[in-house]
């Protein structure tokens, strides 16, 4: 789930991802998470506040072991 979110950000000209940067991607990947918890509408579309949990651990997993 976390690579094909990845991915997806890596089709996005200008984001670190798309750009090559690790460690300004992780950063990115960490606090998209971060938003996808805190931010109800982001939530929503995860079917809620624990499944966005969930995907904030998935990519903050993935920013540790991807560097």
């Known amino acids: 789930m976390a690579a094909r979110h990845v991915a997806w950000l890596g089709q996005i000209p200008g984001t670190p ?39 904030r651990d998935s990519l903050d997993e993935y920013a540790r072991v991807s560097r």
């Open 17 to 55: 991802v798309a750009d090559g940067d690790r460690e300004r991607s992780a950063e990115l990947l960490r606090g998209l998470g971060r938003l996808y918890v805190r931010d109800p509408r982001f939530s929503a579309t995860y079917g809620g506040r624990d499944t966005a949990a969930f995907v």
